[in-house]
């Protein structure tokens, strides 16, 4: 099949500048599938996870929709509901980089940043608003936007809205909308749930589904750790150590778990934010800022506040638990291998609860997760004082003899500070050395306090054989 180009789908020139000038070579299955019908005036019924290019399939039909148009005060021309503020946020992105060649406004209404702000950018009148739904009708309540002018309505994620009990709120909110819209409506999945939800919003929709429900991306290389409850956080960190790390997200899925998780790698000198959803939104967007950024390699967070997140080239997901809910698992480890890159995730098992969940993941995903051995982790196995083993360093290629704890003058584990069951004998701190790597970077490899170089080619520097961590394999 002879690959379409964006201008081909309709858009504009303007339009097709801007994904040019963004990279994008060709529109992905869900774009080429549903742009068309968007600038046709259809409503889409959209089955699509993130990662798919699914913000474009609707922000770049729009934008050509309003490009003809003013809006007035106070009267939003189009919204787009996202569940959690990220969400919208990162729509909200997207939505300027493909707007650069229009004149177009847009305002931004999430939770945990100031009333006042959002206020003077809806009293100049916007073309799109982008909300959460909660902070949407807040506004609303105290008389500040009108939602009878809106034209298309994008409800994203709606999966996502349905577990976290905003549908309530989604309805009250279509019930101000003028009946005669657009409305395209997504998500991940298209459960009946979902369809029967579906059926209050649209009307004759265009049905577009780019991937079979719950499917897990090619691109996405699975494993599963056996072992027990207390080596859980020995295993993750022995996993960071040997794989090549560039960036992670480490799921858990209770919130208080996710503080005792950062404040144990850290003990470890690991360096790692925490997003969850009972942070404050400054506290969220400054830990994602720092993760994105690269100024922190690894993020321990939760289904919710990562839902839907973007990070573009995260190198691995780790499931310290895991999760109850099969479809949680296709959504975490989807954070990874997005955009045609490949990406790797680990799934930390240790319990009987675990093994069932496991079972509803693997039937949902429609095949086992391969599993590694744990056995030969020693430091996992016996929880003990003992070293982890040596053949560690991978990728990067640093010697081990350069970053053993002896020759690595970097120590930040603070004595007494990590939990008292594990084994504070870290060799190689991979991921700390990178955290301080944009330091590093500037200043030089060797500076006092840092890693060293990392070798070109080292007798002792373990290959990147593939994939296993050598040290789990049998
Ligand atoms: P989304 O599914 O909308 O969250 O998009 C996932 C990632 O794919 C984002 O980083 C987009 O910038 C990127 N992306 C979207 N469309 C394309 C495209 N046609 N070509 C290359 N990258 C894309």
Do not use: C, W
């Given at each position: 099949m002879v690959p379409v180009n964006f201008s081909e789908l309709g858009l504009c020139d303007e339009?097709?500048?801007?994904?040019?000038?963004?990279?994008?070579?060709?529109?992905?299955?869900?774009?080429?599938?549903?742009?068309?019908?968007?600038?046709?005036?259809?409503?889409?019924?959209?089955?699509?996870?993130?990662?798919?290019?699914k913000t474009a399939s609707f922000t770049l039909p729009m934008i050509e929709i309003l490009a003809s148009g003013r809006a007035k005060a106070r009267l939003p021309r189009s919204l787009i509901l996202a569940p959690t503020r990220e969400?919208?946020?990162?729509?909200?992105?997207?939505?300027?980089?493909?707007?650069?060649?229009?004149?177009?406004?847009?305002?931004?209404?999430?939770?945990?940043?100031?009333?006042?702000?959002?206020?003077?950018?809806?009293?100049?009148?916007?073309?799109?608003?982008?909300?959460?739904?909660?902070?949407?009708?807040?506004?609303?309540?105290?008389?500040?936007?009108?939602?009878?002018?809106?034209?298309?309505?994008?409800?994203?994620?709606?999966?996502?809205?349905l577990d976290m009990g905003f549908i309530p709120d989604v309805e009250r909110i279509v019930g101000l909308l003028p009946p005669l819209r657009q409305t395209l409506f997504f998500s991940a999945t298209l459960s009946d749930d979902i369809k029967k939800l579906s059926d209050k919003f649209v009307s004759n929709p265009k049905v577009i589904e780019v991937a079979p429900p719950a499917s897990t991306a090619d691109t996405v290389a699975q494993h599963l750790v056996w072992t027990s409850p207390k080596g859980k956080r020995a295993v993750l960190r022995n996993l960071l150590r040997s794989e090549d790390v560039r960036n992670a997200v480490i799921f858990c899925n209770r919130k208080r778990d996710?503080?005792?998780?950062?404040?144990?790698?850290?003990?470890?000198?690991?360096?790692?934010?925490a997003l969850h959803g009972d942070m404050t939104q400054s506290a969220r967007l400054d830990a994602l800022q720092k993760f994105r950024d690269g100024d922190v390699p690894l993020m321990i967070a939760s289904d919710v506040a990562a839902r839907g997140l973007d990070i573009v080239g995260l190198s691995h997901v780790f499931n310290f638990d895991v999760p109850g809910n099969a479809e949680?698992?296709?959504?975490?480890?989807?954070?990874?291998?997005?955009?045609?890159?490949?990406?790797?995730a680990f799934t930390i098992a240790a319990s009987e609860d675990d093994r069932k969940y496991l079972g509803s993941i693997e039937k949902l995903i429609g095949k086992p997760i391969p599993l590694i051995d744990a056995e030969n982790n020693a430091e996992a196995a016996s929880d003990s004082k003992a070293k982890p083993p040596a053949a560690k360093v991978r990728g990067r290629g640093r010697s081990s003899a350069a970053t053993s704890p002896a020759n690595n003058t970097v120590d930040a584990t603070p004595a007494g500070n990590a939990p008292a069951n594990e084994d504070k004998a870290d060799g190689n701190k991979v991921i700390a050395g990178r955290s301080r790597g944009s330091r590093s970077r500037k200043q030089h490899e060797n500076a006092p306090g840092e890693l060293p170089a990392p070798p070109e080619c080292s007798g002792d520097t373990l290959q990147d054989t593939g994939h296993v961590p050598a040290f789990l394999l049998r």
């Open positions: 339009l097709s500048q801007a994904v040019a000038d963004l990279g994008y070579k060709e529109p992905t299955p869900i774009q080429e599938k549903s742009i068309p019908y968007v600038l046709m005036g259809r409503d889409i019924l959209g089955s699509a996870q993130t990662g798919t290019g969400l919208a946020a990162q729509v909200a992105d997207s939505f300027e980089k493909f707007s650069t060649y229009h004149k177009l406004s847009m305002a931004l209404l999430i939770g945990g940043v100031s009333f006042a702000d959002q206020n003077v950018a809806l009293s100049k009148g916007v073309d799109v608003l982008i909300a959460t739904p909660g902070r949407l009708l807040d506004h609303f309540e105290r008389g500040k936007v009108l939602l009878t002018d809106v034209k298309v309505l994008v409800i994203d994620e709606a999966d996502r809205m996710i503080s005792t998780l950062v404040t144990s790698l850290k003990g470890h000198d690991f360096s790692a934010v949680d698992y296709v959504h975490r480890i989807g954070r990874t291998g997005r955009a045609g890159k490949s990406g790797r």
